[in-house]
């Protein structure tokens, strides 16, 4: 059961970081979410919106950060 309240504990803070990061992001006007390579289709009644590039570079630093994680571990 303690390691449940860790888990939770863990994936809480990285909320909480990501949101944080968001808000910063929205109030400098980065172009995150408005990549080139995010598609976007605009019709008449409706509009389909897929992040293409914004998930690839998410992936990436996701990626990237678990990569280095798992490496000071060993």
Do not use: E
């Not at 400098?28 to 389909?48: C, E, N, Q, S, T």
């Not at 570079?57 to 490496?71: A, G, H, T």
Request: aromatic share 10%; proline share 4%; charged share 10%.
């Amino acid at each position: 059961m303690a390691d449940v309240g860790k888990l939770l504990l863990v994936v809480g803070g990285v909320m909480l970081l990501l949101g944080a990061v968001l808000l910063a992001a929205g109030k400098l006007h980065l172009p995150f979410g408005r990549l080139p390579g995010d598609i976007v289709y605009r019709g008449k009644h409706a509009i389909f919106y897929f992040p293409l590039a914004t998930s690839l570079l998410v992936s990436l630093i996701l990626s990237l950060i678990f990569w280095l994680i798992n490496r000071s571990r060993h």
